[in-house]
């Protein structure tokens, strides 16, 4: 491609602004500059390109038919180059959105695979709540929430995302194979501060179990959960805990189900407002939950439809 052949920026851009006001004092004024200097780029565009551009007038100026067509053009490009920049500039609309959930599926779950969706929607800034108790999806509180419970709640769609089940849980280093030897090991309890509603534990599993010597009322308390599954990997005590919170643990032997029974607790969900199920940042975060490892579109090999 030719070099194009064109006068001084600078000028065309002086000449451009004093066409529009008609008058190189505003168009001074608009550029920050003096009213000489406009007069002189508009004297050297002027010679540059052989032809008068203005008619100079006592109160104004006035364009002559070469001006006013070179004016045109001018201010279609000058438009279109301002268009561009502040699109430019402004870069991708950044969108938030708050999801609420217990901090430890917060922590081991959802938190290590928040790049899956940074990297698919990274004009989304997301942003935790951590709660053992169901809050508000009303906008303020939070937008969307993983629940465990029954996943009926009024106005609310609720997608299953996994199973819940509480299996008795400790580090091999404790020799713990016997569930009549658990008596003489420390219980790990975890009771979340403020809920009015808790998970299973010892006392209801003890009610299946049936562990003669057992008291469910001693050891060491929590109120965090992923406390408590550190005390067990630090083998300070036996822990009931959810299995899919602990997955990786046991696959990797730092975590052991010595012995059962296994319980069954209610399953986790992925709630949001019926009226918002539609909108596009919702979708995108619903998308990414039900693709994190571990939940149901992981063991089914593919995204669910939506409720």
């Not at 219980?187 to 010892?202: N, V």
């Not at 299946?208 to 050891?219: K, M």
């Not at 822990?239 to 059962?260: N, T």
């Amino acid at each position: 491609m030719a070099n194009r052949r064109l006068p001084s920026l600078s000028a065309l851009r002086a000449f451009e602004a004093a066409a529009r006001h008609e008058s190189a004092k505003q168009a001074a004024e608009e550029l920050s500059v003096t009213a000489t200097a406009i007069s002189h780029q508009i004297r050297l565009l002027e010679e540059s390109l052989g032809v008068a551009l203005f008619l100079r007038k006592p109160r104004k100026l006035e364009l002559t038919d070469a001006g006013r067509e070179l004016h045109q053009v001018l201010e279609t490009a000058f438009d279109s180059i301002a268009t561009t920049v502040d699109r430019l500039s402004a870069g991708p609309c950044r969108q938030a959105i708050t999801l609420s959930t217990t901090p430890a599926i917060a922590v081991r779950w959802l938190v290590p695979w928040v790049c899956m969706l940074r990297d698919s929607h990274p004009e989304i800034d997301l942003r935790f709540h951590t709660s053992h108790e169901p809050v508000a999806l009303d906008g303020v509180t939070a937008d969307i929430a993983v629940r465990y419970g029954d996943g009926r709640w009024p106005g609310l769609v609720a997608e299953k995302l996994f199973d819940n089940t509480f299996v008795p849980t400790c580090s091999p280093l404790l020799g713990l194979h016997d569930v009549a030897e658990l008596p003489k090991h420390s219980l790990i309890h975890f009771r979340a501060q403020g809920a009015t509603s808790a998970p299973i534990h010892w006392a209801s599993w003890q009610k299946l179990a049936n562990v003669p010597g057992l008291d469910v009322s001693a050891g060491l308390v929590f109120s965090d959960e992923t406390h408590a599954i550190s005390a067990a990997i630090g083998a300070q005590g036996v822990a009931l805990m959810s299995r899919q919170l602990i997955e990786d643990e046991l696959r990797e032997g730092r975590l052991v189900q010595p012995f059962g029974p296994e319980m069954e607790g209610k399953p986790f969900h992925l709630v949001y407002p019926e009226s918002r199920r539609d909108e596009p940042t919702v979708l995108a975060v619903r998308e990414w939950v039900m693709a994190v490892p571990g939940g149901v579109c992981e063991l089914t090999g593919r995204l669910p439809a939506r409720a």
